[in-house]
């Protein structure tokens, strides 16, 4: 089962979709940074679930799906 | 009352043009172009989805009071199927063809989550012949005895042609990108 959209802090990239529009970096600041080229880094660290369900929602690529922080 | 409800339908008929055609130069601007600043992206996407979700309630709002007013002949089976309106079936018919169209795009933005992602773009492009379409079926029916109206209709033309103009010659980078890397060919 995928992670419920509610408690989704993270975001994963399908990187075969993405086309790099930045909209993941604008609305989710603490997990993605952009490369030269303007593609997202993913780093391990959570935004508010209501941001990681705008930036899915947004992204023009469909290239987001949300996910959770790994169980430590 | 049937005159308001009339003029409610052609000001709700003329106010989806308008947000019809921003929408239309929203979505355009997306993927002709990258934007230098990701807040940029991120406020047009949020435009083009909201605009777009809002032209749909004044679309509603359009055609069922177009139906409901008896002052012309337009009878329920027109929301849905072209050329069967008794008042100029012809144009009226383009606007049922528009109306079409914008459900098929509507929902299937809706549901882009759960189909597959060449279904949603091959309905999605159908908005190049929804926008075209709702233009004429506007100047033709509502805004051409109105000089103030009929210039709204023109300007959203004029906008609407030069950003698709734009639209053919721009190439995105991530195109471009995905083009280079291509070429380079696997050594």
Redesign the interface.
């Known amino acids: 089962m995928p992670a419920s959209r509610e408690q989704a802090t993270r975001v994963a990239v399908d990187r075969v ?7 993941c ?3 989710l600041p603490r997990q993605i940074t ?1 490369d030269e ?2 593609y997202p880094i993913v780093a391990a660290a959570d935004d508010p679930a209501v941001d990681v369900e705008a930036a ?5 690529a ?1 290239a987001l799906r949300p996910s959770r922080a790994p169980r430590q | 009352m049937n005159e308001l409800l009339w003029y409610f339908s052609r000001a709700t008929g003329v106010i989806s043009m308008v947000l019809l055609t921003t929408t239309l130069v929203l979505g355009m601007t ?2 002709g172009r ?2 230098a ?3 940029t ?2 406020v047009v ?2 435009l083009h ?1 909201w605009l777009g979700l809002g032209m749909v309630v004044f679309v509603v709002g359009h055609v069922t009071t177009a139906i409901v007013e008896t002052y012309v002949s337009i009878g329920p089976l027109s929301a849905l199927v072209p050329f069967t309106a008794g008042y100029q079936p012809l144009w009226v018919g383009l606007g049922t063809i528009a109306f079409d169209i914008l459900l098929a795009v509507a929902v299937t933005s809706a549901l ?2 759960r189909i597959s ?1 060449r279904v ?1 773009r091959g309905v999605h492009l159908a908005s190049y012949l929804l926008w075209p379409t709702a233009l004429v079926h506007g100047f033709l029916l509502g805004t051409s005895d109105q000089p103030l109206l009929r210039l709204v209709t023109v300007a959203c033309g004029v906008v609407g042609m030069l950003a698709v103009s734009w639209r053919i010659q721009a190439t ?3 195109r471009e ?1 995905r083009r280079s890397v291509t070429a380079q060919g696997w050594s």
């Open positions: 979709a993405c086309t790099g529009h930045g909209v970096a604008a609305l952009l080229w303007g899915v929602r947004l992204c023009p469909r | 997306l993927s990258r934007s600043r990701p807040a992206s991120t996407a949020g989805r882009r989550h992602e949603w995105h980078h991530d990108h």
